[in-house]
């Protein structure tokens, strides 16, 4: 479900913004009771001051001091699922980026994903904002929510086919248009890689392609759609493989991210590529040991059939680059390596443009989006050179899985290029971050586009 925010002509309840640093600003009228209850101020705290007839005469909520919003982003938002049900309107207490963090917080805890249950009934709205862009930030949620909903859709309903029909609804949408080659197609198209991944499911492999746009910098997006991930032959085990109908969350990302650019009609070329597969065990399954011949012509070893998502994006990389495009930008939840190194809230990401790695952090602390860049250290090279082929897909020792993956990636890449491996998922509920699925550096990259693409 997609929130949005209710029209300043609503009548609303008054919501006072309190620094646990300045207890002075509640207002006189409630301060003694504030007092009596343990009001402090902090993130998150709400507080229901009644009026005379038991309505509720306003609302404090708590912005914690400014130690502890070091610590917890969209500390304000968490209101929206403590208040009573109403609607509310912040009066006083924010400004500036703060008052557009929490209005976007706000839309952002409101999400709902009730395809399998019944939507929540009792509403706690926000009046758009005086003096922030609302019909932006309304557009930028509904990218976030349409991550979530796709990531959080279980694999019965979220096979190819169905990545493929969230695809053409985007398009439709924004009047992009899209190509998808399917099946056996993709051999006699030069998918090889995309092909052998998938063909062992019941539903067929497939490149999913959509375009929008006429002028400006051409921006391509990279996600991988791997609906569900058994590992294949090397199949993983069960602790491994309940999360797995995630592991298409590199595509959500790009669907979300690419939601947001157009609905915000910005003045770009955008090119999205999805590889959509399923890894699966069958007669035909992909087995270890194999060598295949990717669309770049590189010849890859297959170590493990687990590092599966490597395979697919190297042939959509290679499709990216054959057109003079001005940046490539690669998501994927692609190895548990780069979790161990920076945990589920960091969005790390590789580039060799400074440029590029400062405006993307700057972004993300503007946005409270956190990346963290990682290097594409050219030493661990001849790590992922296995001596029977050019590359190897699953290097032995374990060692910086995140940094090999990535300079995997790399060389089937001939333009300015970007690599997030993302998570995808909230393993616990944090303001304005549910459990569950959850777009990871697409507001980054979005606030940083006028700097990447010279916008």
Known sequence: MTATFASPDT???PLHIIDADDLDSIPASARDWAATCGFKGKSGATLVIPAADGAVAMALVGRGSATSRQRTRFGVAAAARKLPAGTYA?????????????????LLESYDFSRYKKPKSDAVRLVAPSGIDAARLEMIAAGEALTRDLINTPTNDMSPADLE??????????????????????????????????????????LIEMTWGDTGPHLTLVGKGVCFDTGGLNIKPGSS???????????????????????????????????????????????PQDILTSRKGLTVEINNTDAEGRLVLADALALACEEDTDLVISMATLTGAARVAVGPDLSPFFTDDDAAATALTKAAAQVADPVWRLPFHAPYEDMIE????????????GFAGAITAALFLRRFV???????????????????RPKGGVGMGARAILDALPDLLKL
Request: glycine share 8%; hydrophobic share 45%; charged share 20%.
């Open 11 to 13: 009548a609303a309840i």
């Open 90 to 106: 912040i009066v006083a207490g924010l400004t500036g980026p703060a008052l557009e963090e929490a209005a976007l917080g706000w």
């Open 165 to 206: 029909d969230a695809a053409r609804s985007l398009a439709r949408r924004h009047d992009a248009k899209i190509n998808v080659i399917t099946g056996d197609d993709l051999i006699s198209s030069n998918f090889p890689m995309i092909h052998a991944v998938g063909r062992a499911s019941a539903t067929p492999p497939r």
């Open 241 to 287: 493989m309940g999360l797995m109908k995630k592991d298409m969350g590199g595509a959500a990302t790009t669907l979300g991210l690419a939601s947001m650019i157009m609905a915000l009609k910005l003045p770009i070329r955008l090119r999205l590529l999805i590889p959509a597969v399923e890894n699966s065990i069958s007669a035909n399954a992909f087995r």
């Open 386 to 397: 296995p001596g029977v082929a050019d590359l190897d897909n699953a290097p032995s020792g």
């Open 414 to 432: 001939s333009r300015p290029y970007i690599h997030f491996d993302i998570y995808g998922w909230n393993p616990t509920a944090k303001p304005a």
